[in-house]
């Protein structure tokens, strides 16, 4: 949820840790540091609590140098500040630490002890210490020692005013992966950091350590055997990253929905069976007929698309399917059922509680597929197989295309599972057809951008809404009322339509609106008596469906009844942006939120 860039080469590294870090700000960003070798050999180091954009504009002229590393932070021991940004700095020698060391107190009394005076009060700060304290010669022996003491999670970046032109890094949990440039190396913690200097990339595992010079690197394991590492190529184009004119990543990235989900459906559509085809499945014919159950585990609006996934493959395999959050589902002790299939949700695939809900399953044997964004992520490579989005990276915070490209996801998976088991030809061809519609009909959806911002502006001026959906509705409603509260920062409560009556009926009010989230399926006349009975309370009410009704209505295009919910979705994504826009919060980085949350 951090994010460190680092640089080894020829050239001033400080340019290239700032556009780095800027590049990775959407993952955490309440404060900011950098620590180079300045050409006598000098540690320099400035860090605060800033976003990256300050500290690169509060710099000195003179503060220059190379190899150096850069860190932008979301807090999780300790306060934002300067002095619990990173790097942590002891003696000659700087780290920036992505991930939780659990036995940070111990290590801390341990080092306070022995008269180490620590100057933050983040668990990342003891990993310099520990580096400085070991007597091995070589940096890298002097990491590894200092990491075999550590318990917990890191990506980590290291460098030492004693050992001018080399940097270490380590990864374990929080991912780490090298940049391979001409005659100069990087590091980073993601991707997105790299793509302007190279598209040659090597991801580190789990356990692994490198040390990077200009002119290479050598990797091997914490217990010192070598490892061998095939560079890959980084997938999408450098424009994916950046804004390109949109003033905001979210509004992009809901702009881009169409080409997504065309993406997800390329290619896995057989119009000759009406079925999909998904290639990383590891699952044949005989096997997917054995499945008694689906449990799907996800977190935030991963899980909320697992919400809409369970629906489809209970409507169109008649498998019985639910979603659960990973975070609840690990700590549960589960019982684990070889016939049940497990599919892990994840944009970044780096989720915390559902890489360990993953892990967890596969130690009890649990048969487990992702359904995973980030390619070659941590849970991508964990699964026994599995569905990638091709949605393109996502950097805003709060989820749009990866959730509709997921819910599209699950749509193939349960027309896959569907056709093995009853779903007729004629149905077959009924979905795979819905799902080729869904590209135009979302474009359809954006041209109201306008209206539906109008209705946002109202709307943000109250300060709490109701979100109501019926059954195919409801995750609806509950990713809904997410979007609201992420972005725009309105209280949005999701609710059962039909559950309405049993308690927050007493809340509405002309105060309290509602969004109640409607389709013309068989279930139109009970939503249309929700909306009379939130009405009668003086309740206004925005529907989202295929008619007008209520005070204000969105009105989308109508697909297949079991795929309306992905379309559903659309309006209130942009209702959300918009009256985040409104109020004039920071769309792509709400308050307190990280895009990556890599830690429990
Ligand atoms: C964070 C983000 C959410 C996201 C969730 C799961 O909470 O703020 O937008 O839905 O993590 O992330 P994942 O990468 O696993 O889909």
Not at 130 to 141: M, N, Q, V
């Amino acid at each position: 949820m951090c994010g460190i860039v680092a640089y080894v080469g020829p050239r001033d590294a400080v340019p290239i840790l700032t556009e780095g870090l800027a590049r990775l700000e959407y993952r955490g960003y309440d404060s900011a540091g950098l620590a180079v070798l300045g050409r006598a050999g000098d540690l320099r180091v400035r860090k605060a609590k800033v976003r990256v954009g300050e500290l690169a504009a509060g710099l000195p002229a003179r503060f220059k140098g190379a190899p150096g590393i850069g860190h932008t932070r979301w807090a999780t021991h300790g306060e934002p500040s300067d002095l619990n940004a990173h790097p942590h700095i002891a003696g000659t020698i700087a780290v920036v630490h992505n991930g939780i060391i659990e036995n940070a107190d111990e290590l801390r009394a341990e080092l306070a002890a022995d008269g180490v005076v620590l100057s933050s009060e983040t668990d990342s700060e003891v990993l310099p210490h520990l580096i400085a304290r070991s007597g091995e010669a070589e940096l890298e022996d002097a990491v590894r020692e200092a990491l075999s003491r550590v318990v917990g999670t890191y990506g980590i970046a290291v460098v030492d005013a004693r050992h001018p032109g080399v940097l270490v890094v380590a990864r374990n949990g929080s991912p780490v992966v090298l940049g391979i440039g001409e005659k100069e190396m990087f590091a980073a913690s993601d991707v997105a950091a790299l793509v302007r200097y190279t598209r040659q990339v090597v991801h580190l595992d789990d356990g692994e350590l490198a040390t990077v010079r200009a002119d290479g690197f050598r990797t091997s394991t914490l217990d010192r055997r070598a490892t061998r590492k095939e560079p890959s190529l980084i997938e999408a184009e450098e424009a994916a990253y950046d804004a390109e004119g949109y003033t905001h990543f979210m509004r992009k990235e809901i702009h881009e929905q169409p080409a997504a989900v065309e993406r997800a459906l390329r290619g896995r559509l057989d119009l000759r069976f009406h079925t999909a085809h998904l290639g990383g499945l590891n699952l044949d014919p005989r096997e997917a007929r054995e499945i008694r159950r689906v449990k799907i585990l996800g977190c935030g609006s991963a899980y909320y698309a697992g919400q809409v996934g369970a629906q489809l493959i209970e409507e169109l395999a008649r498998i019985p399917a639910d979603a659960e959050p990973a975070s609840e589902f690990r700590y549960r002790n589960p019982v684990v059922e070889a016939d049940t299939l497990y599919v892990a949700v994840s944009q970044s695939g780096e989720t915390y509680d559902t890489l360990a809900a993953v892990q967890e399953l596969k130690r009890k044997g649990g048969r487990v597929l992702g359904v995973v964004n980030a390619v070659g992520s941590a849970i991508a490579r964990e699964c026994d197989g599995g569905v990638y989005l091709h949605a393109g990276p996502e950097i805003a915070v709060a989820s749009t295309k990866a959730y509709t490209s997921t819910a599209v996801v699950f749509a193939l998976l349960a027309l896959h599972l569907g056709r093995i088991h009853d779903l007729s030809p004629a149905d077959g061809r009924r979905i795979a057809e819905g799902l080729r519609a869904l590209p135009a009909q979302i474009e359809e959806i954006l041209k109201q951008e306008d209206r539906i911002a109008e209705l946002a502006r109202e709307y943000a001026a109250y300060r709490s809404m109701l979100f109501v959906g019926r059954v195919r509705g409801r995750p609806v409603a509950r990713e809904g009322a997410q979007k609201l509260k992420e972005v725009s920062y309105v209280h949005a409560e999701a609710y059962p339509a039909s559950e309405l009556k049993h308690g927050p009926l007493a809340l509405v009010s002309p105060e309290l609106p509602a969004v109640a989230v409607v389709p013309d399926d068989e279930l139109l006349d009970k939503n249309l008596s929700t909306i009379g009975e939130i009405r009668a309370r003086r309740g206004r009410v925005l529907t989202v469906g295929h008619r007008e009704t209520g005070d204000d209505a969105i009105v989308v295009p109508k697909n297949e009844p079991e795929l309306d919910p992905i379309l559903l979705s659309i309006p209130l994504q942009l209702l959300a942006y918009h009256a985040a826009v409104a109020l004039g919060h920071d769309v792509d980085k709400p308050r307190n939120l990280a895009k990556s949350v890599t830690v429990e």
